[in-house]
């Protein structure tokens, strides 16, 4: 039951307790992650609205957000083309007439009357056949700046604002998380002022001054957190491992293939980790095909001399499966024994150095000689928790995570600081670099040629598109464009190459059944494989020498430079084309910076800069925090934040009890 007296309210109080919120609210506040009344408090409005400026109908500027008043002279109704409805009416002012829209909201036909007056906020937009019509955004009853809140399917703005407005009180509530000296060193208010501000104030200035709180405070939870990981694995005692360095020229020796010169230090750090009495945490990132895998088997070699075992976990069954192949081929002449556990494959693992698979490693039942070595390959594909099942049941286990996915070294230095990275960019010298070509209309039909060409010498190649079925949903707007799909790129494909055998892969294509196309594209049974991004990673065929990746403007670009690490594994020259489906300066310089480097690190420094963190790794378990008031593009507060957590625990975090209790928080995964 609700209770009325906001003075007998907490924070931590459940949402429910608010006065008019029904068990229906409940769960839609609940899906925006709102539970309790701090967590509705703390709901930060995406952006300000500026409903302030009342305009006179033909002074409106072209897509200008502004208000407008004036009496409905007509109503009527249709649907366009695309079947979406379209209701319009007359608005005259004393400086004339213009024709306002809506979309799909049939409600307005028996609420807009003729002869009422009425306010709108929206813009002018160039449409001739529908004389420059006004987009109507919504009807309003003042003129204001509002606070637009994340809502979704059944929450309106309107309760949202009731609700956080009947809880301003409670705001003098807020305890400051960050020390009143780091608020004042960089200029940042106290938290209740930053709530109040977020909610209450039509400054913009106010606003921002109370996110970057919110921001920089979010940053030093994280960065403390990340410091005392590191803490609590440098106090963690484990049994140094030793390995006789001529038995690791010995086995080195072996290898069907020379080591450069960056796997050969990084497979030493690795080894003089493993010397150590606390358990190594230690990040290997490398370009594709720079040769991790190389590496991470030199540690599994040196793991199985002491009698223990390596889960060496992969994202798919597929790669699982060409994973213990390779490691099998390549240490099973040393005396190592390889088992593959899958869903679908279950081998007799307990006497195994080295077992390979995927999710399935992670459950309970599954039961090990003596764990020595965790390997997670592409770490990104791989959600915070499931890493931390095997870990948390494995504490004092060595932790190697890979992954070709670049991150910026102040980016990685922060957020992943409870790790020690190695970096791995040099690449194996019969590796030739891939040229990139941006594909416009122009060039279509000659880029097309040589991709003909190409097949007809026998070199397969790879069409990437962003869907796999055209959107059959209505278009929010009239002017939204569809996007390249796999269903129709194969009718086009089929008629572009007669002669060429395709291959189709989607995530919707059972796992057996993708698994035996792409066998046929590695045996050469397959010339175009048209695919989703489902072949990011790990399908290795040297013989593939050309990528053509539709509307690339919309992927991030270090995405781009994955798929493009596709091809030029093989000794012939390769290329990379990508299909721009916008003509925009942005679109341009973005293909540009692939155009003109193949330094995955200097890539996702410009996928920072154009287009944020969230596609540095284009999935959503990534490994990155979600964050929800800070930008991981934000380097400058990043390291601000580290640097004063650093100072913190020197001085100890027991002196900081709400630093604390927000750090031990998301420590154990709490809200």
Known sequence: ?????????????????????????????????????????????????????????????????????????????????????????????????????????????????????????????????????????????????????????????????????????????????????????????????????????????????????????????????????RQDRLFTRTEPIEIDVDSLKGAVSMLPYKLTDGQRKAAWQIIQDLSLSHPMYRLLYGEVGSGKTAVAMIASWAISQVGAQVVWLNPTAILAAQ?????????????????????????????????????????????????????????????????????????????????????????????????????????????????????????????????????????????ICPLIYESSAPAPTLFTAERKAIIAEEKRLTVRYPNARIGVVHGRIKSEAREKIIKQFKTGLVDILLSTTVVEVGIDNPSATWILIEEADRFGLAQLHQLRGRVGRGTQSSICYLAQSVDTLLAKKRLGVLAETTDGLKIAQADLEFRGPGELVGVEQSGLPELKYASLSDVSAIKNAFTEAEKILKVGLDEYPALRKEVLQLKHGSS
């Open 1 to 229: 039951m609700a209770i009325t007296k906001s003075d007998s309210l907490k924070l931590v109080d459940p949402v429910e307790k608010l006065p008019g919120v029904s068990e229906y609210l409940t769960k839609k506040l609940q899906n925006l992650g709102v539970n309790t009344i701090k967590d509705l408090l703390e709901l930060i409005p995406r952006r300000m609205e500026d409903r302030s400026q009342l305009i006179a109908i033909n002074q409106l500027a072209i897509s200008h957000p502004s208000v407008i008043i004036g009496t409905i002279e007509s109503v009527h109704s249709r649907r366009s083309k695309r079947g979406i409805l379209i209701v319009q009416a007359k608005i005259r002012d004393v400086s004339g007439p213009i024709n306002a829209l809506w979309f799909n909201q049939r409600y307005l036909l028996s609420q807009l009357k003729i002869g009422d007056e009425v306010m709108l906020f929206g813009e002018k937009r160039i449409v001739p056949s529908l004389g420059n019509p006004f987009f109507v955004k919504k009807i309003v009853s003042s003129l204001e700046v509002a606070p637009i809140y994340p809502a979704g399917a059944g929450l309106y703005q309107a309760t949202i604002r009731r609700l956080i407005s009947s809880s301003r009180e409670l705001i003098s509530q807020f305890r400051d998380v960050v020390p009143d000296d780091v608020r004042t060193k960089f200029d940042l208010p106290s938290r209740a002022e930053a709530i109040e501000a977020v909610h209450f104030s039509e400054d913009p200035d106010s606003l921002e001054r109370a996110k970057k709180l919110l921001a920089f405070e979010e940053l030093l939870v994280l960065s403390t957190q990340v410091l005392l990981a």
């Open 323 to 463: 994973q213990a192949e390779t490691l099998r081929d390549t240490l099973g002449p040393l005396g190592i024994k390889v088992a593959l556990l899958t869903a679908g494959v279950k081998e007799n693992h307990f006497d195994a150095d080295i077992i390979v698979g995927t999710h399935a490693l992670l459950e309970p039942k599954i039961t090990l000689r003596k764990l020595g070595l965790i390997i997670i390959d592409e770490q990104h594909r791989f959600g915070v928790e499931q890493r931390q099942v095997i870990l948390d049941r494995h504490p004092k286990t060595h932790l190697l995570m890979m992954s070709a996915t670049p991150i910026p070294r102040s980016l990685a230095q922060s957020i992943f600081g409870h790790l020690d990275i190695t970096y791995l960019l040099d690449k194996p010298l019969h590796q030739k670099p891939v040229e990139t070509v941006v594909v416009t209309e122009k060039n279509r039909a000659s880029v097309e040629k040589e991709i003909e060409k190409r097949i007809t010498l026998g070199q397969p190649g790879f069409v």
